[in-house]
């Protein structure tokens, strides 16, 4: 069998070195559009919990990560003077050119061909018995299959720039920073002795404010925004102390999440000739901040190795079966990435309105619940319930809650619903009536969230329609877990309101973390 790797990252030079140690007699070529030695970005991080699959396939990331990489525990949050630290979060990072020349290195090893400065289409690659497009966000074997893919891309409203930096992290730290022209916020890490990647956050009023939206993005890849580099090195100068930042094709872009149905096509009228099997950015993305990009490219590579290597040369079955296995993680990442990127869309809103202790931890529960956050480090989560206690007097859930006439003991209430399963009734020192309008007395609104986040600006405007009529709270069902956290927000963090988070699913562990996390001041259980 002859199989051509279209992309010589991670993820494909990762596949190249399995499937050659699984079956010698398979012809591995990999070619990659850039040199040998060119790399744009600056680091590669991985989770310590997610890597026992790739290290068990192949030792050469294992290897890369002890001789070459840093190492560490702690997540810090920097914000208004204070830095707070989480332990519990292993993390390793390596420079990514170094880790790609020491898979080149394996892939060679093992009897791969490896090609640079190629790139190829479909066309070029007509002799291959497989095609493997590992080629990348940018693939260009995908946009000549992707009408028959099943492709969903949605692109994120915050904007991000990736640099590198001199000055050193002793870990994963995001730092947030206010200026006059907005907040920003920094994903920092350490990959080497001398390096730290350095990735930037913001919102796009803020962006332009700043006047960091004049860069002609029509420019060649490699040229970076200098402009932007002088700003940010200005605003973060306190936090690294000075130093620099280092660029590499660093301009600002807007985030975009793939997902896609079928990650391989047969041949067939209009498709390939040949059989092609897609991994990694071309088929599938999750926002950086939960580190996973590489890792899930590599994750595939195992997964199609595997498949193909046990098909006894039935590729169809391969394909079908690599697809099966592979799959499912992915998309339970990316579910759990989607809570992540829309923290990052909302992050100067929360730096705004917390406390720091509050905000740490609002960005650390963004997508585990306060127990889970406990066994990670349970110092972090009792300083946090110790500050809710010394604000307000009580534990959170004990907490008492007044406004506008109506009371409840504490933050975990009873709502009673209708006959069509809409929230009526909240049960509290007395009962408080739920309505889509105003009523008379002590009366509270009821939202239904969407299913959907294209549907929250036509909820977002009930809400500043149920704001000018001062309920004593808004009381938000249906929808997504992340749609009715959003509304939740909204009526609290805009229009002052109260938010009654109703979750059917709620239990104990899930009720504290919202409120104590200010994603709501209330939770609501099924009477």
């Known amino acids: 069998m002859r199989i051509a790797v279209a992309g010589g990252g991670p993820g494909g030079l990762f596949f190249a070195t399995l499937i050659r140690r699984a079956d010698p007699s398979i012809e591995v070529t990999v070619f ?27 030792p050469v990331l294992r290897e890369a990560l002890a001789e ?75 946009e000549q299959l992707e009408a028959g893919l099943g492709a969903e891309v949605e692109t994120a409203t915050a904007k991000f720039i990736w640099f590198g930096t ?52 029509s420019q060649p890849p490699g040229v970076s925004d200098l402009v932007s580099k002088a700003y940010l090195e200005k605003l973060f100068a306190e936090q690294i102390d000075g130093k620099q930042l280092l660029v590499n094709n660093s301009r600002w872009g807007n985030f975009r999440t793939r997902r896609t149905r079928d990650w391989h096509t047969l041949p067939a009228a209009g498709a390939a000739p040949m059989p ?77 309105e917390f406390e720091p202790w509050q905000f740490a931890y609002h960005f650390l529960s963004r997508s585990i619940t306060d127990s889970r956050l406990a066994r990670r480090d349970a110092r972090f989560v009792d300083a946090t319930h110790r500050a809710w206690r010394q604000t307000h007097g009580a534990p959170a859930l004990d907490t008492p809650f007044r406004h506008h006439g109506w009371s409840a003991p504490g933050r975990l209430v009873t709502v009673g619903s209708d006959e069509r399963g809409t929230p009526a009734k909240v049960a509290g020192d007395l009962p408080l009536p739920l309505a889509a309008a105003p009523r008379p007395g002590p009366w509270g609104a009821v939202l239904s969230a969407p299913d959907r986040e294209a549907g929250l600006p036509r909820a977002f405007a009930q809400l500043t329609r149920f704001a000018d009529a001062a309920p004593v709270l808004v009381a938000v069902h249906g929808g997504t877990a992340l749609t009715r956290t959003l509304l939740c927000e909204q009526a609290r963090l805009r229009h002052r309101m109260p938010a009654l988070l109703v979750d059917p699913g709620a239990d104990t562990d899930t009720a504290v973390t919202a409120v104590l996390s200010g994603r709501a001041d209330l939770v609501g259980l099924p009477a």
Request: hydrophobic share 45%; aromatic share 10%; glycine share 10%.
């Open 276 to 352: 092609v099997a897609f991994l990694g950015d071309a088929v599938h993305t999750a926002h950086f901040s939960v580190g996973s990009g590489t890792k899930m490219a590599m994750e595939d590579a195992v997964a199609l190795s595997r498949a193909l290597a046990g098909s006894d040369g039935d590729l169809a079955a391969a394909l079908a079966a690599y697809e099966q296995a592979a799959q499912p993680s992915v998309r339970k990442i990316q579910q759990s990435a989607r809570p992540s990127l829309a923290w990052w869309e909302h992050f100067g809103r929360y730096h705004d």
């Open 166 to 217: 001199d000055y050193l992290f002793d870990g994963l730290t995001f730092v947030h920073e206010g200026g006059p022209d907005g907040v920003f916020a920094v994903h920092g890490y350490p990959i080497s002795d001398a390096m730290s990647t350095f990735i930037v956050e913001t919102d796009e009023a803020s962006w332009r404010r700043a006047g960091l939206d004049e860069f002609d993005t």
């Open 68 to 142: 070459h990489g840093r190492h560490w525990d702690a997540i810090e949050v920097r914000l208004k003077g204070e830095r707070i630290r989480c332990g519990g979060n292993g993390m390793a990072a390596i420079v990514r050119r170094t880790l790609l020349a020491l898979m080149q290195a394996r892939a060679r090893d093992v009897g791969a061909e490896l090609r640079f400065a190629t790139e190829v289409s479909l066309a070029d690659l007509a002799g291959y018995d497989l095609v493997v497009a590992a080629d990348g966000t940018g693939s260009k074997i995908r």
């Open 32 to 58: 990659e559009r850039n040199r040998a030695d060119d790399t744009f970005g600056f680091g590669v991080v991985f989770s310590d919990r997610t890597l026992e699959g790739i290290h068990a396939a192949d």
